[in-house]
């Protein structure tokens, strides 16, 4: 079993997300910010996080960061999700540790199949 | 002098900054301190100025320059109470900063005065970035205040920006009522193949239906 966290303030965001990325063979564990995911995070298998830029208390940016700091979590691959189109939002997404970056509105064949092949990769290791 | 005893429990508060504080201090000494180097002594400035007379203006000039979490903390805590009108316009252009911690210092001080967001909802659902439209929506979706659910059904009807009408429709899925039902079906056919909209649009319609029933 892969266990993926999807990361957004949204309810309404996490339950489309984890409709679209649901398997048999994963477990969806959710989080309405980057404070709640770490804490879920820390002590957990997590295989991939799925994270929104913009949320209260820790923003996404910050979620990345400190998943790359922390011993544990640092090889989890993450998948950035953001409304924000400009090159420079991308830019630092990457710069703050995330592996991909894709923006709103998601295409639901391309999510799948990110996640996919991200949670192939790690299976892979 | 080292055998003084701390009157409140704060830690890293130099020794010579807290024998400087049991003296009084002027105002312009405490406005003074808010440029401090030293961010105990910037921090102590607001809670020493919280409550002067145009304090807030102070306040909210440092606010773009300052770097440390807890003062900012500090400023946005000293400006939840009496923020005015002619305070709003320097509120609402933090929206448009990069900086994390002060959108969403100004996002909740917005929620916590909904009569001053009420007077430039309108002005923030024009403006030109999508962004701020969307923050805008954030602040509607926990401001408690009677127009909220029109002000979101606007956003949904006439909102040519995708992700400014599904943040809508993510907030109307948690207050929606019977209203809701009759622009659903417009905003539906607005965005005919964008599948996160039509999948919100559904929820709201079972929650609203559920809810009657």
Redesign the interface.
Known sequence: MKTVMIVDD????R??HK?LVSTPDRIIEEAENGVEALEKAIGTQVDLFLVDV?M??M?G??LCKEIRRNDALRAVPIIMIS??SANQDAERAYQCGANYYMT???D?DMLKSVVSAVIGESANE | MGLKKKVEPVANISEDFEEKREHPRTTEQLVSDLNSDDCDVRRWAVRDLSGQKDAHDVFLSRLPHEDDPTVIEALFSALEHDISESHASQVLTMLKSEHVQLRNGAIELMQQNPDIFAANVNMLMHDDDPDTRIFCVDIIGAVAHIEAVNWLHQFALNDDNENVVGTALDKLAEIADVSTLEILQTVESRFPNHSYIQFVISLIRNQVRGGDE
């Not at chain 1, 949204?10 to 965001?13: E, G, I, L, N, P």
């Open positions: 949204a309810s309404t965001v339950m489309f409709m913009n209260p208390k923003d940016y910050r409304t924000e709103k509105p998601v639901a």
